[in-house]
């Protein structure tokens, strides 16, 4: 007869232990097989999309003049095309239109002064010389009065304004001479009682006659005057007076461009008279920043398609710098187009867009050390070491990559593996 066994609850809690303890076992040396060697995989050919978005600096090879003006009449149209020697603008300075005017009624009230003493002398006959110059000045004055003309044609309007003020001048001259030449031959009659009279009225004459001669020095010297272009290209009028700071594209760095995102405005210099002149119409640069711990990165050298919100034409760049910083990674994607749809603006929304293909590792396998990307990559000697990357372009799950270093060889088949602390951080 054979003998039965019936468990006991002993030995079933026994039974339970020693499985959970065999588990434990397991799963410790998984874990401590992945601690030491990390997670492994092979590096494979993929085709991704990637997008990348993010604001970007504008950057043109421009020049800004800046003009001390209280009054401008500007002869373009923004944006418009000059050449070089082409006047862009007539600038009036500042109390423009009350010395003119100031101008202009004294010269009328030492005219009549003077007038008056001819008529006297000569009973009442105008000299035909002074005849002919008020033809002039009244021509002059009819073709100034209207204040459309300045608007009209200022460049034409600051010409006839030194012609008027030359006349004057003229005209007074010629009645001074004749009054000189009247008053001296009056000095020689010592019979005339009213020798003395002419001379003092003279000499008032030729005072007035000099204070307004300075005055018209002083205004011609800082009179209307016209602005000719220095460069062939587009004109604009608007400046944020970041023209100089991105004269130089290799002297960009992470600091300026953050800088320039978080103050974009552009406006009109109410104050003084400001210009630019684009010089390059058919490439400009966008320059922008992306983090330094992150795999939407682009390439260097490689030209991917883009798009700039707002303008419905799409374009394409070349990176042709990528300089990583802890701050962030700064690149500048060189772009040749038209840019004039860019002209008035310094920063923009863009999203770049490629079609990647190469090698590709999960964006856990990537590492970063002052935003440069690294992975660990299995040498000859059986070791993991780290390989600095280019990342050309990633879709948020997986990253398309290739060695930073040109004696480098990365391979389909080459072991990699997820960096240990990146596993500390998940476990």
């Not at 373009?76 to 070089?84: L, M, N, R």
């Not at 030492?110 to 010389?129: C, D, F």
């Not at 009645?175 to 001379?199: F, G, I, Y």
């Not at 700039?308 to 060189?334: C, F, H, N, W």
Request: contains cysteine; hydrophobic residues 40%.
């Amino acid at each position: 007869m054979e003998r039965s066994f019936r468990a006991s609850k002993r030995f079933y809690l026994l039974l339970g232990a020693s499985g959970v303890l065999l588990i434990a076992f397991v799963v410790g040396a998984i874990w401590l097989m992945r601690k030491v060697t990390g997670n492994v995989r092979k590096l494979e050919q993929m085709t991704l999309y990637t997008e990348v978005e993010s604001e970007a600096v504008v950057v043109r090879s421009e020049r800004l003049f800046t003009e001390s003006a209280s009054e401008s009449r500007i002869l373009f149209s923004e944006g418009a095309t000059v050449s070089e020697g082409d006047a862009i603008a007539v600038l009036f300075p500042y109390s423009y239109e009350s010395t003119l005017n100031t101008i202009c009624t004294r010269e009328a009230t030492l005219y009549m002064t003077m007038l008056n003493v001819i008529k006297t002398a000569t009973g009442g006959t105008v000299p035909s010389e002074i005849t002919q110059y008020n033809e002039r000045i009244g021509s002059i004055s009819k073709q100034m009065r209207g204040a459309s003309n300045r608007e009209r044609d200022p460049v034409n309007y600051a010409k006839l304004e030194a012609q008027l003020t030359a006349v004057l001048a003229q005209r007074r001259a010629v009645m001074l001479d004749w009054l000189d030449l009247h008053t001296r031959k009056t000095a020689e009659d010592a019979s005339n009682p009213s020798k003395n009279v002419e001379q003092s009225a003279l000499d008032d004459v030729n005072r007035e006659a000099a204070e307004i001669d300075a005055l018209r020095s002083n205004f011609e010297q800082n009179s209307a005057r016209t602005v000719t272009s220095e460069y062939n290209g587009y004109v604009s009028f608007y400046s944020d007076a970041n023209e100089d700071n991105l004269r130089d594209v290799s002297q960009l760095t992470v600091p300026l461009i953050k800088r320039i995102l978080n103050a974009p405005s552009i406006s009109m210099d109410n104050e003084n008279f400001s210009y630019r002149i684009v010089t390059d119409r058919t490439s400009f640069y966008l320059a922008f920043v992306q983090s330094g711990k992150s795999a939407d990165r682009l390439m260097p050298g490689l030209t991917y398609s883009f798009t700039v919100k707002g303008i419905r034409q799409a374009y394409q760049g070349r990176i042709i710098t990528e300089r990583d910083t802890a701050s962030g990674v700064l690149y500048v994607m060189q772009v040749n187009a038209d840019v004039r749809p860019l002209l008035t603006t310094r920063v923009v929304e863009i999203s770049v867009q490629n079609n990647a293909t190469g090698l590709y590792v999960p964006v856990d396998y990537l590492q970063y050390t002052d935003g440069v990307p690294y992975i660990y990559a299995k040498s000859t000697d059986g070791t993991f070491q780290k390989v600095a990357v280019y990342v050309a372009g990633s879709d948020g799950e997986n990253a398309i990559i290739s060695a930073r270093d040109s004696h480098i060889t990365l391979f389909a088949g080459l072991k990699v593996r997820i960096p240990v602390e990146e596993e500390e951080k998940k476990s």
